[in-house]
């Protein structure tokens, strides 16, 4: 029996969502905010409750550099990865103005990223948005045939939010430096599941978010590359902290959780990995025989633990509902204000209908085999019943080909 | 999505889910909405000859809004002669089941769904 299930809440599998913080992470994090702990600034220079703060998130600096193998001056502490994006992203398009305005991103980048961009735009940049392929990855060849004598950077995310598909940074990389772009990475999905590696990836900016890998909200860094030397705006003004690229008192247990949380990371990401990817494994071949169902992108480069699925002839929104037992998420347009379905799915290719009736499953440290049996049995349930009282799934049934039919919109 | 009680109840327990024999004389088939805004509905309804609507089924591809307000909609049309089934205003079904304001749609849709079963079975007739 799962624990879920002894406390009666829905099994949480919606880690790309965000994580809870692991215990360990927030003992650290404890001893950081009363009086007898390390409460101090870490830029009061004058007493030893300022040294001591500073200690601590020093140390952190290094262990978030050694999770990306880079040094420990590259990091730079922000309030998480959209904060990042938008440094990463304005910081670079203003201080390159003069060499160009172009920059290249692709569709199904978080909206940080996107609507940085748009912000850009107004502001007289151009940008490119790439399509990524049915498999929603955007490919080097992609990148290179985008850039123009006036681009001054690469926006291109490691892993997606929506699918968890993972993009070949290394080679996007190697692109960007070979035509002399800058190239920014979101790593807000992949900081601490997948390996990162600074000093052989040619990187130059990477976005990473503590509540994504076990450490508290409200906490991220921008990896700022020092050789060849990336030069940023900054968005944020006042005390000159962070080398004057992000000002604002440091959150000493915010960023002793963030690197704490690296740390452990660090030294499970390998075991962790193999782990989460034969759970994924296990329910996927636990569903699969129902009739209609399809993954949404990429099957071999994804995040271990998330799988993004459809289910033809039933609607994700009621899905959702007959699901109250699992804390997931859908790309449905109903569970969103907008009606409108997944940005991500529809720059996949995949018709309304099949972004409408998709669901995102993704697993993380505290998920058992317990959870995902019981996520595929209630999945199972449900499906069948909602195709029961699916009008589509008897049409389908008797051999009727929906796109033949002339359906009143509205 | 805050549901109210009667939506969940519909949602969970839909009332005369089924098909009728849409090729039968006395049964009028409305099929409305479309796969892409995500819901279908497709309601059918069987008129005895004082034009009363004696039995009604539905099936619906949708959210659960869609899914209640077309099973409320069975309830609510048995028994009903075929100008007042006509007549049912979608404002009715979003008020009965309490719907948020960005489901009204789905009660929209629950009314379009009437008014085709019956527009369906009056051509049959000739009507």
Redesign the interface.
């Given at each position: 029996m799962g624990k879920a299930e002894v406390l009666n809440v829905p099994v949480y599998l919606d880690y790309l969502s965000t994580t809870p913080v692991d215990p360990r992470v927030a003992e650290a994090m404890i001893q950081c905010l009363s009086m007898d702990g390390v409460f101090g600034n870490p830029a009061s220079r004058s007493h030893q409750y300022g040294w001591k703060a500073e200690e601590a998130t020093e140390n952190a600096r290094g262990q978030v550099a050694e999770l990306l193998n880079a040094d420990p001056r590259e990091i730079v502490w922000t309030s998480g990865a959209t904060e990042s994006d938008n440094l990463a992203i304005k910081g670079v398009a203003h201080f390159y103005q003069r060499k160009g305005k172009h920059i290249i991103t692709s569709k199904i980048e978080h909206k940080a990223v996107l609507d940085t961009c748009r912000q850009l735009e107004r502001e007289g940049y151009e940008v490119t948005y790439l399509e990524p392929n049915s498999d929603g990855l955007t490919t080097p060849e992609m990148i290179s045939d985008a850039i123009r004598e006036d681009t001054t950077l690469v926006s291109v995310m490691h892993a997606n939010n929506e699918i968890g598909v993972v993009n070949d940074i290394a080679g996007i990389g190697e692109v960007c430096r070979a035509r002399g772009v800058i190239y920014h990475v979101d790593a807000a999905q992949s900081t601490g599941k997948l390996p990162l590696d600074m000093d052989a990836m040619k990187v130059d900016l990477l976005s990473i978010s503590a509540h994504k890998m076990y450490g508290p909200k409200g906490i991220g860094a921008l990896y700022v590359r020092r050789k060849p030397r990336v030069r940023l705006e900054a968005q944020m003004h006042g005390g000159g902290h962070e080398r004057g690229m992000r000002s604002g008192t440091l959150a000493t247990h915010q960023i002793v959780g963030l690197g704490e949380a690296a740390r452990i990371a660090n030294e499970e990401m390998q075991v962790e990995g193999e782990r989460l990817k034969a759970l994924r494994q296990h329910f996927w071949s636990s569903i699969n025989d129902i009739p209609e169902v399809h993954i949404n992108g990429s099957r071999d480069h994804r995040l271990p633990g998330a799988l993004n699925v459809s289910f033809a002839f039933v609607e994700g929104e009621s899905l959702l509902m007959s699901l109250k037992d699992l804390a997931i998420s859908s790309g449905s347009a109903c569970t969103s204000a907008s009606l409108e379905p997944s940005y991500v799915l529809r720059a996949l290719g995949l018709n309304d209908e099949m972004a409408h009736s998709s669901l995102r499953f993704s697993f993380g440290r505290f998920t058992t085999q317990d959870d995902v049996d019981q996520a595929a049995k209630s999945v199972r349930h449900a499906v069948e019943k909602l195709r029961e009282l699916s009008p589509l799934w008897d049409m389908y049934q008797d051999g009727i080909d929906l796109d033949t039919i002339e359906w009143s919109a509205h | 999505?805050a549901?109210s009680e009667k939506v969940?109840d519909h949602?969970e327990n839909?009332r005369n889910?089924g098909?009728l024999d849409a090729d039968s004389d006395n049964v009028g088939t409305g099929?409305?909405?479309?796969?892409?805004?995500?819901?279908?509905?497709?309601l059918q309804i069987q008129v005895n000859d004082e034009g009363v609507i004696e039995d009604a089924k539905f099936?619906?591809?949708?959210?659960?809004s869609?899914?209640a307000s077309s099973s409320l909609l069975t309830e609510w049309v048995k028994g009903k002669k075929l100008d007042e089934a006509a007549a049912i205003k979608n404002t009715e079904i979003a008020q009965e089941l309490a719907l948020p304001p960005?489901k009204i749609?789905c009660s929209?849709?629950a009314e379009?769904a009437i008014k085709a079963a019956v527009k369906n079975f009056r051509e049959k007739r000739g009507e």
């Open positions: - | 999505m549901y969940i949602y839909p889910v098909k099929m409305v909405g479309a796969p892409a805004c995500g819901d279908v509905m497709r099936k619906t591809y949708g959210c659960g869609a899914i960005v749609h929209v849709l379009d």
